[in-house]
């Protein structure tokens, strides 16, 4: 990481070509950084005070092999007086900023975004989960930093650490700051392109989402066993047990059980009514309740305390949701998870039952991909989702007898 030794050994064409990922080193300091996504950018490295740094000079898409090499120059010359490059830029423009007779830091306008924006979300976590991705992820780089002079390179610095780790959180991240840079743009407090726009502009630095989307796999009961366990299950009297009982019955996910009210209930109807600010998708659930949940709800009102079905220890609590997890651990299937019953009721739908997959999906509450299906699906198919429901209900009640391999006489 040393600074001495040959400048300017890496040419254009030489840039142009490369496309392994890693660091290729231009001198001085100076490296041409790719990374295992492909995306390309500039890297200043140096030692100060004995620590290691690094200063990203932003992507190559903006930043030419001489606009970088200029400005590792005045790195260097920074440190040879004994200057922090990376701490004296972003003094640099802490001072624009508060110089500005009209600035707007990127921090105060966030907030404005949010208080103006707030009252038409849904609820207060979407609010609190807009500052807190903000706070953890944009505010260290650009909070103070006045919106007219957000730049792409600071964006790509604040998405490319998370960009491969965590995409969902960085697609929101890089999203929330387009919004509020689009605001300050029509309040006249910035001009151009949005440095944070993906179509046309990031999309040529950054990999697609779906490249790098890394699905989460819930290890998962195989859906044959299913009888044997709900049979052992049903003997075991914890509320816990009812709880996961009732959620494998209903497929909902493991919060939405746990924080189930009485009122949701319509026993006449059958029908579970879970409110939209506890779903996922932030909408409306009604849950078709076979006659196996419906004698358990019956027999969980009976107990039914400080306003929830399955209430904890701790009053006003409802169950931990460790809950489940201890119950399946003493039950010795401590190698698969609550969630992943929901997969074990997928797999059988689809291997074992003539359902569309559209009613699999309905039933567990999961988003349309298709967005013609999904703008031409106005009902929520609530009674045959009852037949599906019931069909499962009976199949996890089943006692289904043990399949013996049949082995062909050799003198066949």
């Known amino acids: 990481m040393a600074r001495s030794g040959q400048l300017h050994r890496l040419s254009a064409l030489r840039v142009a070509r490369e496309v392994d990922p890693g660091y290729y080193v231009d001198g001085g300091g100076l490296y041409l950084q790719i990374s295992a996504s492909g995306s390309r950018s500039w890297i200043f490295r140096y030692m100060l005070a004995r620590r290691s740094r690094e200063m990203g000079l932003g992507p190559l898409s903006s930043v030419s092999l001489a606009e970088a090499r200029a400005e590792a120059a005045r790195c260097r010359k920074l440190l040879s007086g004994g200057i922090d490059p990376i701490e004296a830029r972003k003094a640099d423009r802490e001072r624009a900023a508060l110089a500005a007779p009209d600035a707007l830091v990127f921090s105060q306008a966030a907030a404005d975004y949010i208080a103006r924006h707030k009252g038409s979300w849904k609820n207060k976590k979407h609010a609190q989960q807009w500052e807190n991705t903000l706070v953890t992820y944009a505010y260290p780089i650009i909070g103070k930093v006045d919106v007219r002079h957000v730049d792409t390179p600071m964006v790509v610095r604040i998405l490319q650490p998370i960009w491969l780790k965590k995409p969902e959180t960085a697609s929101r991240v890089r999203g929330r700051i387009e919004a509020i840079l689009d605001a300050a743009k029509a309040l006249g407090k910035r001009s151009g392109e949005n440095p944070a726009r993906w179509r046309g502009h990031l999309d040529k630095i950054l990999p697609k989402r779906d490249r790098v989307r890394r699905v989460k ?13 709900m049979s052992e299950l049903a003997e075991r009297q914890a509320p816990a047990a009812r709880v996961l009982h009732l959620l494998i019955l209903t497929c909902v996910r493991t919060s939405e059980a746990l924080l189930a009210r009485p009122e949701e209930f319509d ?50 609590k409802p169950l931990s949701n460790m809950a489940m997890l201890n119950v399946l651990e003493r039950m010795g299937y401590d190698g698969i998870t609550v969630h992943g019953f929901r997969s074990t009721f997928r797999d059988w739908v689809a291997e074992s039952t003539d359902y569309p997959d559209s009613l699999a999906e309905m039933a567990l509450a999961h988003a349309v991909e298709n967005k013609v299906e999904g703008a031409y699906r106005r009902g929520d198919m609530l009674e045959r989702r009852r037949t599906m429901m019931e069909d499962w209900a009976r199949y996890c009640e089943s006692k289904k007898a043990p399949v013996i391999p049949f082995k062909r006489s050799s003198m066949a």
């Open 217 to 229: 796999h819930h290890p998962a009961l195989p859906y044959t066993q299913i009888p044997a366990f």
């Open 267 to 316: 026993l006449e109807r059958r029908v579970w009514t879970v409110p939209a600010d506890r779903m996922k998708m932030e909408k409306e659930l009604r849950v078709p309740l076979s006659a196996a949940a419906v004698r358990i709800v019956r027999e969980a009102l009976r107990t039914a305390a400080h306003g929830y079905l399955f209430p904890g220890q701790r009053k006003g």
